[in-house]
């Protein structure tokens, strides 16, 4: 289990924050989100991982 480092929040459309376990339909996800990715050091690296359901 993956367990997060830094505080992330992804949004769409201004205002639709994406939350773990929830699916995205197309509509929303046409447009490019906003990600924030928290942490007090910008020259820290960090790894998403993205898990696809089949």
Do not use: C, E, F, W
Request: net charge positive; charged share 20%.
């Amino acid at each position: 289990m993956l367990n997060p480092s830094v505080r992330m929040t992804v949004t769409y459309n201004s205002n639709k924050q994406v939350s773990n376990g929830h699916d995205l339909m197309p509509a929303l996800v046409a447009s490019r989100p906003r990600v924030d990715i928290g942490g007090d050091d910008l020259r820290t690296p960090y790894t998403l991982v993205s898990k696809i359901k089949k």
